[in-house]
């Protein structure tokens, strides 16, 4: 017997003798004198029907795991063009129906959030698990070809580089369990295991910038955490950023193609791939068994969505020009905000999905550019000298972007580092952030120092916007966000 996943069963047109099936139980249906059973293994959001004598049916419930030996006949009226005729079962996994927290009806996002150890056998988290996969093979794809090097960088840190102090703290237990191992003159380590406070990382930016200063381009997929109390279905306290760093540029457009041609990259594979094809049969059919719709996204608004974003001339506005906007749309009452737009203020989640809805015509992402220094960290670089942004005043602006989108706001943000040390000095001093755990960083600026810029992408929310899901809590598959870690 020949054992074959289900994806591939369901595309074999042609009849077989001795197939095995290894699967999980979707659902059960007994008749007199047969019973059906749909069994999926994750390879495809669909199931394989089988056709069971009643019997060998008996011992069998939804979520069990089982393998099934047959024929692969062609069936008459089915949903599906053949069907697997069982000869014989097998119980690989049984599973207890009544206490299994995964019961086969509609379950809500919340209550699943609560058994996330589970979650995943359900199919449309299955594909999702696939989609992420996916990506991640199509960034990988992209940045080889574009010559970029894939690093790892640290996730226990010195320093806390976004400066907004959400960072969470190593705790030095680990160093206190071990107490009576240590020698008496190693007291100092057992206080403090690092010897003195370290954080989680909440960006890989700063480590990146030093390996680009050596091999030009790098990027990495990494773990970023942050302590933040944003109870939004865009925020986790941990998730993964996708971060890449370019040498040899003072232009901040070069970083913005960057992030266009790779998400261009991403689209354009999903538009052509099966698991682009299930996310939008998903979508279309709310048959699929005990799915969990988040949101009213149909298949041909995530279609539109994966085509905006694989066309690429993304509209690219200034933050100067988007206040603008907003304010207009406020005079003439084309738009209303809980928030005034303002300058000074600065962008408001709604005003971010009102540019998206408009400028981007909600489809396309929109780049807003130049910021106020004054709402950015202290690395970003000055725009390129103009009247208005020539540093120091309190209207100087920063060479950045954000990558606005529809529902989620921010997608990606980056910008041109300031690669000039006594420059890089003053920033610091003026965002009052502590030089101490920086020298190193400082170091960069004092050695064969080049322009640079790079910025990061919140992998989770692509996956998020990707996928029409409407809580980011419902993509990754262990989330974590303030009052949750469930398991
Ligand atoms: O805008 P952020 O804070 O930028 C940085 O950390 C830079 N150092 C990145 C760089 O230039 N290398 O975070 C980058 C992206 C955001 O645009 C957002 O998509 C995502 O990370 N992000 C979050 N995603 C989920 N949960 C959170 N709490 C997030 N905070 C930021
Ligand atoms: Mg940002």
């Known amino acids: 017997h020949e054992r074959v996943d289900v994806a591939r069963l369901l595309s074999q047109q042609t009849e077989a003798n001795g197939v095995d099936v290894h699967g999980w139980v979707r659902s059960l249906r007994r008749q007199k004198k047969v019973a059906f059973v749909a069994v999926g293994d994750g390879t495809t959001l669909e199931s394989v029907q089988a056709v069971l004598k009643p019997e060998d049916a008996a011992q069998l419930s939804t979520g069990a795991a089982v393998r099934l030996t047959g024929s692969w006949k062609a069936s008459k009226g089915s949903k599906q063009s053949h069907e697997l005729q069982v000869t014989q079962v097998a119980i690989l996994g049984a599973n207890d129906a009544e206490h299994n927290p995964l019961q086969p009806k509609y379950q809500t996002p919340e209550y699943l959030r609560t058994i996330p150890h589970l979650r995943p056998r359900i199919p449309a988290n299955a594909l999702l698990l696939r989609l992420r996969s996916q990506v991640i093979a199509s960034l990988t794809h992209f940045f080889n070809q574009q010559g970029f090097v894939q690093t790892h960088t640290p996730i226990i840190t010195s320093s806390d580089c976004e400066g907004a102090g959400e960072v969470f703290t190593v705790s030095s237990n680990a160093a206190k369990d071990s107490e009576q191992r240590l020698k008496p003159g190693d ?43 944003s109870d939004t279905p865009r925020h986790l306290s941990e998730f993964y950023m996708l971060e890449a760093e370019l040498c040899f540029t003072n232009d901040l457009s070069d970083v913005m193609t960057v992030v266009e041609n790779m998400l261009v990259a991403v689209a354009s594979d999903l538009l052509s791939s099966h698991t682009g094809a299930e996310l939008l049969k998903a979508r279309e059919s709310s048959q699929a068994e005990h799915e969990s719709p988040t949101d009213s996204l149909t298949a041909a608004d995530l279609k539109a969505r994966w085509t905006g974003l694989a066309s690429g001339a993304w509209p690219r506005i200034t933050y100067a020009h988007a206040i603008h906007l907003l304010q207009t749309a406020v005079t003439t009452s084309s738009a209303t905000f809980a928030f005034e737009p303002s300058y000074e203020v600065g962008l408001q989640a709604e005003h971010e999905r009102w540019l998206a809805a408009t400028v981007g015509e909600g489809q396309r992402p929109v780049f807003v550019t130049d910021y106020p220094a004054a709402q950015k960290p202290f690395y970003m670089a000055p725009s390129p000298t103009s009247s208005e942004s020539s540093g120091g005043d309190e209207h100087s602006t920063v060479a950045c972007f954000d990558l606005l989108v529809s529902e989620l706001c921010e997608l990606a943000g980056g910008s041109l580092r300031e690669h000039r040390v006594q420059e890089l000095q003053v920033a610091m001093q003026g965002k009052g952030v502590e030089g101490g755990g920086l020298e190193w960083y400082q170091d960069l600026r004092r050695y064969g120092s080049v322009p640079h810029g790079g910025f990061g992408l919140g992998f989770d929310r692509l996956i998020c916007y990707l996928s029409g899901v409407g809580n980011v809590r419902d993509v990754v598959a262990f989330p974590r966000w303030v009052g949750r870690c469930e398991c």
């Open 187 to 229: 007291q100092a380590q057992v206080e403090h295991f690092f010897r003195t406070n370290k954080y989680l990382t909440v960006s890989a930016q700063l480590h990146l910038e030093a390996l680009a200063q050596a091999v030009d381009k790098v990027w990495t997929l990494s773990p970023t955490f942050r302590a933040e109390r």
